[in-house]
């Protein structure tokens, strides 16, 4: 493993919130809400804690975005798949504005790739943990400065959107020539 978090401990992810948003920033912590409002009632793994929008009762990402960034990950000369769990619950399945991304970056943040867009139809708006994944090199050169960012957005009234991750885990592996 490259790089593994159950989020028991900090360590070292980023939240930045858009100036309008006025509630359900990203946390880190032990699902409150019991999962009556598409949030969700336990963590993915077992281990305890996770990262939600609005860990609080009656609290879902409202009016703006709020991003969750890993720290930097070092994958200068090869490259890696990431798995995680992930949530996500809207109640609004028409608008293509209330949706979780995932995207990658290979230059500390400069630039981002979007490597999942999830709803704004289907199961996948409807809560549930889901196992999810990528290949960092389908969808940037894998370099010493890359990173990944969770991007959770209620941008259209009267929505209620509710996400998480847990699980996070960077399995590192090196193409050898024939």
Same mark, same amino acid.
């Given at each position: 493993?490259?790089?593994?978090?159950?989020?028991?401990?900090?360590?070292?992810?980023?939240? %930045?919130?858009?100036?309008?948003?006025?509630?359900?920033?990203?946390?880190?912590?032990?699902?409150?809400?019991?999962? #009556?409002?598409?949030?969700?009632?336990?963590?993915?793994? *077992?281990? *305890?804690?996770?990262?939600? =929008?609005?860990?609080?009762?009656? #609290? @879902? %990402?409202?009016?703006?975005?709020?991003?969750?960034? /890993?720290?930097?990950?070092?994958?200068?000369?090869?490259?890696?798949?990431?798995?995680?769990?992930? +949530?996500? /619950? =809207?109640?609004? #399945?028409?608008?293509?504005?209330?949706?979780?991304?995932?995207? %990658? #970056? !290979? !230059?500390?943040?400069?630039?981002?790739?979007?490597?999942?867009? &999830?709803?704004?139809?289907?199961?996948?708006?409807?809560?549930? +943990?889901?196992? @999810?994944?990528?290949?960092?090199?389908?969808?940037?050169?894998?370099?010493?400065? &890359?990173?990944?960012?969770?991007?959770?957005?209620?941008?259209?009234?009267?929505?209620?959107?509710?996400?998480?991750?847990?699980?996070?885990?960077?399995?590192?592996?090196?193409?050898?020539?024939?």
């Amino acid at each position: 493993m490259q790089f593994e978090d159950d989020f028991e401990t900090d360590k070292g992810w980023t939240v %930045v919130d858009s100036p309008d948003l006025t509630d359900g920033t990203w946390e880190r912590g032990s699902p409150f809400g019991g999962g #009556s409002r598409g949030d969700p009632p336990t963590d993915f793994d *077992g281990s *305890g804690q996770c990262y939600v =929008t609005g860990n609080r009762g009656g #609290s @879902d %990402v409202d009016d703006g975005t709020t991003y969750l960034i /890993s720290p930097v990950i070092d994958l200068a000369g090869s490259d890696a798949i990431i798995h995680y769990g992930r +949530w996500f /619950s =809207t109640n609004q #399945s028409s608008t293509r504005d209330d949706v979780l991304l995932v995207e %990658v #970056s !290979n !230059n500390d943040g400069q630039d981002w790739e979007v490597a999942r867009i &999830v709803g704004p139809k289907g199961r996948e708006t409807r809560g549930g +943990w889901i196992t @999810d994944g990528f290949r960092v090199g389908d969808f940037v050169v894998p370099s010493d400065q &890359v990173r990944v960012r969770l991007v959770a957005s209620d941008l259209q009234a009267p929505s209620v959107v509710e996400a998480g991750l847990d699980a996070f885990v960077v399995q590192r592996f090196v193409c050898e020539g024939d």
